[in-house]
């Protein structure tokens, strides 16, 4: 993955990481995937994460890609993507979803892609061949747009799932399911983060069918 010095004087971000003597792009991704993964308080602020000291594959990512804007490097790209969610990808979720008797559910991922390699620094072992095969769309987005257009997105994606599997569930009751996937997910995660590895820069120029960036 290609670095670059981060500057002064050049953004916000810019200014975030330089004041915790984190001088290079390599280092902030480091730095990103080692936060905690949690929600945030506003995900409107681009600089939440180090205001909460943690985040989410959204304000982690959409960080990143302020990072590479503020120093004028149009090669680091914001990637929304939908992927089936299912007990493969993560045991946590089995329970929630036998419950509810769905093999998997369609889940809203940010992640970055640099030229022509895929890149994931949501936890330090977090990885882009985890999610590659289970990817069902994907597009390009801006860093502020990690609320609103992704929620839209996602959403809509999941009432055309619910009509083509003719499931009886109403995007509503979905959604809260979703939700408890992702309450799921969050259990434990500060001490799996201290345990795991560092950060692996997982790449890929595959792409499947369905998404053509």
Same mark, same amino acid.
């Given at each position: 993955?290609?670095?670059?010095?981060?500057?002064?004087?050049?953004?916000?971000?810019?200014?975030?990481?330089?004041?915790?003597?984190?001088?290079?792009?390599?280092?902030?991704?480091?730095?990103?995937?080692?936060? *905690?993964?949690?929600? !945030?308080?506003?995900?409107?602020?681009?600089?939440? #994460?180090?205001?909460?000291?943690?985040?989410?594959?959204?304000?982690?990512?959409?960080?990143?890609?302020?990072?590479?804007?503020? !120093?004028?490097?149009?090669?680091?790209?914001?990637? @929304?993507?939908?992927? /089936?969610?299912?007990?493969?990808?993560?045991?946590? #979720?089995?329970?929630?979803?036998?419950?509810?008797?769905?093999?998997?559910?369609?889940?809203?991922?940010?992640?970055? /892609? #640099?030229?022509?390699? &895929?890149?994931?620094?949501?936890? *330090?072992?977090?990885? &882009?061949?985890?999610? /590659?095969?289970?990817?069902?769309?994907?597009?390009?987005?801006?860093?502020?747009? #990690?609320?609103?257009?992704?929620?839209?997105?996602?959403?809509?994606?999941?009432?055309?799932?619910?009509?083509?599997?003719?499931?009886? &569930?109403?995007?509503?009751?979905?959604?809260?399911?979703?939700?408890?996937?992702?309450?799921?997910?969050? /259990?434990?995660?500060?001490?799996?983060?201290?345990?795991?590895?560092?950060?692996?820069?997982?790449?890929?120029?595959?792409?499947?069918?369905?998404?053509? @960036?």
């Amino acid at each position: 993955m290609k670095n670059f010095a981060i500057n002064k004087n050049k953004g916000i971000i810019s200014e975030e990481f330089l004041n915790k003597n984190i001088l290079d792009f390599h280092s902030a991704c480091k730095y990103v995937s080692e936060l *905690p993964y949690k929600r !945030n308080s506003d995900k409107n602020n681009i600089k939440c #994460i180090f205001d909460d000291l943690g985040g989410t594959c959204s304000t982690k990512h959409a960080a990143l890609k302020k990072l590479a804007l503020e !120093n004028h490097q149009s090669n680091v790209k914001l990637i @929304l993507g939908i992927f /089936k969610m299912d007990a493969e990808y993560t045991f946590k #979720i089995k329970n929630t979803l036998e419950k509810f008797s769905l093999n998997h559910i369609p889940e809203a991922h940010n992640y970055l /892609k #640099i030229d022509d390699e &895929y890149f994931d620094f949501t936890k *330090p072992n977090s990885e &882009y061949s985890q999610f /590659k095969n289970k990817l069902l769309i994907g597009k390009e987005i801006e860093y502020n747009e #990690i609320m609103t257009e992704k929620v839209l997105f996602h959403k809509r994606f999941l009432e055309n799932w619910l009509s083509d599997e003719n499931l009886s &569930y109403s995007l509503d009751e979905i959604w809260e399911i979703r939700e408890q996937c992702i309450r799921d997910l969050q /259990k434990s995660d500060e001490t799996e983060i201290q345990n795991s590895s560092s950060v692996c820069f997982a790449n890929s120029t595959d792409v499947i069918d369905d998404y053509k @960036l």
